[in-house]
């Protein structure tokens, strides 16, 4: 096999609007200009050659696009090492995330519009960091019906913040029963961590062992922490539970995956249920076909644990036993992704890290903020290859957006003071969207280990809450294998 691969890409885009739309710059770690304008891509990489028990890999890709803060906005997009023995991995660098329910060419990325994790898809620009990788692992005496892996990492971010230079501890851990014949079941937990950093007040957490400790272990801060990390825990803690469901067949691929995001002890308790991504994915094994692949996606993230925000105490400073007190929801307005000390959120350079229909603002300060966390939406993925030869990328979301419960799109109407929290079935408003692509590439061979292609995608967006725009992007892509 060869192993080492070399790309250069040149594309350009136009727009009706001017501005992108959503699915144009949607999970493209965040390299793709927001306007009108072009982008060059040049990667190289060699990726692990899985036929020695010792693996290494390295890879690096540079981007340039126009237009950006500068005429040319050049970005490092990823610069990695990775060594693998049997199941142990390690990374270091600045790698693009995991991608899950692959369109019928990796190339292509994803189908789903998280890909796979709410918490963090392509969206987003790359962080620099390291993670330890546990590949499935069969636990002893259960003849490899039971397996365990997971994901230990930590990473700085780079951009500009609230808390600059605030750092990123990840844990993700999964297990898995699978049968050896046709059926599987994975629990799965994926945890996120932002501490460190310094506001512009000048106020810092300082970056220690005992500090660091209390983040792995979501412990709430020592006397020298803030009154709010002392009252909770320390840093801003947020992630997703994950039950996903497979069948597998000689011919095709079917999972069923049901992601639910949390940001409080409320949302690991599924107090926020029905909360979640619901992703059904059905894969031909022949990826040449017309149609090889197709997902079906639901979000839902309205109700939050509830429409009610109060303390875990009572006026006189006992604890309130949330088992008995169900019917008040305490712990209610979870606020995906936003935090009170970490007003960046769950962001880096702009972008939402995680699922992109969380949509982003900038106030008039540049304070980065998740302006959209409660969202309903239905979205349709389908793959293949047209003439079995050149793959594309069908993409179809559908999405009533409400903003957060503080800051709604459509605030309620001037006969009502505000938001009626003691009532419980409060009528939302929301903002209808529709967005649409249609991208692939048609490989033109010049020999056998170089080839050339068109690349090429259309795009729309038509609604209440984006820009109405069409736009079109057409590009050459060269390749060494």
Not at 27 to 56: D, R
Not at 150 to 156: E, L, Q, R
Not at 392 to 410: A, D, E, H, V, W
């Amino acid at each position: 096999m060869n192993d080492f691969v070399f790309s250069l890409m040149l594309l350009g885009a136009l727009s009706s609007g001017g501005s992108l739309p959503f699915w144009a710059t949607a999970n493209q770690s965040g390299i793709m200009p927001e306007n009108n304008g072009a982008l060059a891509l040049v990667q190289a990489y060699k990726p692990f050659n899985t036929e020695n028990a010792f693996q290494w890999q390295a890879g690096a890709s540079l981007a340039v696009n126009y237009p950006g803060s500068l005429p040319f906005h050049p970005m490092v997009d990823q610069l990695y090492a990775g060594v693998r023995w049997k199941v142990l991995r390690l990374d270091v660098g600045m790698m693009h995330r995991e991608r899950e329910f692959l369109a019928s060419d990796r190339a292509l990325g994803s189908l789903s519009v998280t890909e796979g994790h709410v918490i963090e898809s392509n969206n987003a620009r790359t962080m620099p960091g390291y993670k330890l990788v546990l590949e499935p692992w069969a636990v002893p005496f259960t003849r490899e019906h039971l397996k365990i892996s997971g994901v230990w990492g930590d990473y700085k971010t780079i951009d500009p913040r609230y808390m600059s230079g605030a750092l990123v501890h990840r844990l993700r851990g999964y297990v898995t029963y699978d049968t050896g014949k046709h059926f599987y079941v994975q629990l799965g937990l994926d945890h996120y961590a932002l501490w460190g950093g310094v506001s512009p007040a000048g106020n810092t957490m300082a970056v220690n062992l005992d500090n660091y400790f209390r983040i792995c272990t979501g412990r709430s801060a020592s006397a020298s922490g803030t009154l709010s990390d002392r009252m909770n825990v320390l840093g801003d803690h947020g992630g997703a539970e994950q039950l996903r469901m497979g069948w597998r067949d000689s011919r095709y691929d079917l999972t069923f995956q049901w992601e639910k995001p949390y940001s409080d002890k409320s949302g690991m308790r599924f107090n926020n249920i029905p909360d979640g991504v619901y992703t059904l994915h059905f894969g031909f094994k022949d990826k040449d076909r017309w149609v090889s692949d197709a997902l079906l996606e639901f979000h839902y993230t309205m109700w939050q644990s509830g429409t009610l925000h109060d303390r875990e105490t009572d006026s006189e400073g006992n604890q309130i036993d949330w088992h008995k007190n169900k019917q008040m929801n305490f712990f209610g307005q979870d606020n995906y992704f936003n935090n009170g000390e970490y007003k960046s959120g769950w962001t880096h350079f702009g972008r939402m890290i995680g699922g992109p229909l969380f949509f982003t603002r900038t106030s008039a300060s540049g304070q980065v903020s998740i302006a959209n966390n409660r969202y309903k939406a239905i979205h349709l993925g389908v793959s293949g290859k047209l003439f079995r030869k050149a793959p594309y990328k069908l993409m179809l979301t559908c999405s009533r957006n409400f903003g957060t419960y503080s800051s709604p799109y459509i605030p309620p109407s001037s006969s009502r003071s505000g938001w009626n929290w003691w009532e419980p079935n409060t009528i939302d408003k929301g903002l209808n969207q529709f967005s649409a692509s249609l991208c692939g590439y048609v490989p033109l061979e010049l020999v056998r280990w170089c080839g050339l292609d068109i690349v090429y995608g259309l795009y729309a967006d038509t609604g209440e809450l984006l820009p109405r725009a069409f736009a079109a992007t057409i590009g050459l892509r060269f390749n060494i294998k």
